[in-house]
């Protein structure tokens, strides 16, 4: 009851007056990492298909890192559109810096609303790495199942684009509206 009170005055409209605090699930590690290889694999049971404004299709699974804080930060992943995605956020401001579709189908948010694979893993690996010239190269990997991941996309951020440098930072994952 005090969890989904506070998640009903913080956040009411993206967690349906806070009955479903994880449509904004954000887990972000205490440790803190140079140039992270993250794996993580995710099964998603559900939709939560929200009346929210902000159920669309950038909502997806993603790996987040060189986390500065909630305003400043990379991530890379599937959207629930099909999309993988590189992108940076910076100042509150998201940046696309790279996409490509790997799920097929046509996103609807009301008759198709998540084409990602329901009840089976998806592997996403993450990889970002500062290169002796201050540019950061950031590689995302996706695998269903028990395949090896493959690279489906990479982005270097030049440094004339301020990328976010390579002094230790956390890692972390979010997922949007989904179980």
Do not use: C
Request: hydrophobic content about 30%; glycine content about 6%.
């Amino acid at each position: 009851h005090r969890w989904r009170l506070a998640y009903a005055f913080s956040s009411a409209s993206d967690t349906d007056n806070g009955y479903h605090p994880q449509n904004l699930f954000r887990l972000v590690s205490r440790s803190k990492w140079k140039n992270p290889r993250v794996q993580m694999s995710f099964r998603i049971v559900k939709d939560n298909l929200s009346s929210s404004q902000n159920r669309n299709e950038s909502n997806g699974i993603l790996i987040m890192s060189r986390y500065v804080d909630g305003d400043d930060l990379y991530y890379a992943g599937v959207r629930v559109d099909g999309t993988a995605v590189i992108k940076k956020k910076e100042k509150g401001i998201y940046h696309t810096l790279a996409q490509t579709p790997v799920f097929p189908g046509n996103y609807n948010r009301d008759s198709s609303p998540d084409l990602l694979p329901h009840s089976e893993w998806i592997t996403l690996m993450s990889e970002t790495e500062t290169h002796p010239d201050g540019a950061v190269d950031i590689r995302l990997y996706v695998s269903r199942r028990d395949d090896e991941p493959r690279m489906v996309l990479t982005y270097i951020d030049p440094p004339n684009a301020k990328p976010i440098t390579a002094t230790p930072k956390p890692i972390g994952i979010r997922t949007d509206f989904m179980d």
